[in-house]
């Protein structure tokens, strides 16, 4: 008998192979239509309240899917045959064969594919895992540096702003949807006045720089300038706030948020009339702030404008007349007469007041979704933070690009800055507060568990630099402010 040569060999095996692969995909369609035949005769005798033409696009919707991983099943089973021919004739001849040398490249390319798709499938089924067991290791660290020192609950709604006296004697200031404005002892968490000159929730807090008064901004279209006068009680020895479950991440309904109506706000000295009411807003007064000296106020509202007010006559001065859309904040400088008021349109605006008779505007767009606020920075810096979980810090000499951008996972809210350590504390939806350097290095996240944080949305952060015992306060719809402890050496010196 004739002896064939070793191509032909390999050819008459590769036709035989192809011959075989057909046959076994016309054998796997005719099965396939034997099947969804017997399916769709099971169906038709079952009660369903599919219609027909609905019920057989269905089946020839899975028909189609059953038939691809049947495909790719055969393919593989050839892959592995050519895998095992392979590597017999490596075994039997090395790599002197042409045809093994083709092989085995093509092997290689689908190997590599193979090997692509299966790390990208790892990637996708761990990383969150990943991510739990790395952020669990994060928040052991920083709940160290980051201690939950005391709690303030009295409001019975939930809380829009919280804010530090810059005056002797240091009080917390809150802000709720709940018509008041109340004052905490900082060491004793006890309420100390609570004011309920506003018909409408109270959007804001801001003390003033040098004498016991305070602004706070309403729903009732009004920003209110109030005096207070408070005795600080003796502090109370705290308990430890700071032991934690194992657990790091729990789920809070409504019914786990503080009762209001068993505080100590009801028996606290009240205020119940302003020294001086500012109207002239068409709309919910969302903000307020002090201008340097305490002369002058600023208010933004959502008719659209910011007003500046003079704090002696009560008289407008100027209108602040630009955003397309609401504003949702407004910040001052704290050494120069600047303004700057963020807005639902995307922007930010700076407004600056240093030259009487110059009024300029510059204006900021870096951001696709609500501004939800713009707090100034030491220097020439301003932080902005926006529904588009984007944090972003400006250069004033150069507004056309960010000098750095912090990407989130949820909306910012308020956001304020540490000025003498450079620090930004990031309010968020998802009840996270996390901390962050200048340019945009985490440093730290505070805890939340089910025994300490908020339960619900973040709405504002607040740093008091000089306090002993706290030194950033945060308030959310939970109803309650927290005083916490942030051992900040530690933290810049574990980035």
Known sequence: ??????????????????????????????????????????????????????????LELFGQIEREFENLYIEN????????????????????????ELSKGQLKTKASHSTSQLSQKLKTTYKASTSKIVSSFKTTT?????????EYIGHRDGIWDVSVAKTQPVVLGTASADHTALLWSI????????????????????????EQVALTASGDQTAHIWRYIVQLPTPQPTADCNQTSGEDEVEFSDK????????????????????????????????????????????????????LYDVETSELVHSLTGHDQELTHCCTHPTQRLVVTSSRDTTFRLWDFRDPSIHSVNVFQGHTDTVTSAVFTVGDNVVSGSDDRTVKVWDLKNMRSPIATIRTDSAVNRI???????IIALPHDNRQVRLFDMSGVRLARLPRSNRQGHRRMVCCSAWSEDHPICNL?????????IGWNINIPALLQEK
């Open 187 to 210: 060491e004793t968490g006890k309420c100390l006045v609570k004011y309920v000159g506003h018909v409408g929730s109270v959007n804001s807090i801001k003390f003033h720089p040098t």
């Open 77 to 100: 089973l050839e892959l592995r045959r050519e895998i095992d021919t392979l590597n017999e004739r490596l075994a039997a001849e090395g790599q002197t064969i042409d045809g093994a």
């Open 473 to 481: 306060f945060t308030c959310g719809f939970d109803r309650q402010a």
């Open 142 to 150: 920083s709940r160290a540096i980051c201690q939950l020192v005391k």
């Open 416 to 422: 304020n800055v540490c000025v003498g350590q450079r």
């Open 1 to 58: 008998m004739p002896i064939e040569s070793g191509s032909c060999a390999s050819a008459r095996q590769a036709k035989q192979k192809r011959k075989s692969h057909s046959l076994s995909i016309r054998r796997t369609n005719s099965s396939e239509q034997e099947r969804a035949g017997l399916h769709r005769d099971m169906l038709e005798g079952q009660d369903s309240k599919l219609p027909s033409s609905v019920r057989n696009t269905l």
């Open 256 to 307: 786990d948020e503080p009762d209001g109506d068993g505080d100590g706000s009801s028996d606290c000295p009240t205020v119940r009339a302003p020294l001086t009411s500012l109207k002239s807003h068409q709309g919910v007064v969302i903000a307020a702030d002090w201008l340097v000296g305490g002369k002058q106020a600023v208010t933004a509202s959502w008719d659209r404008t910011a007003n």
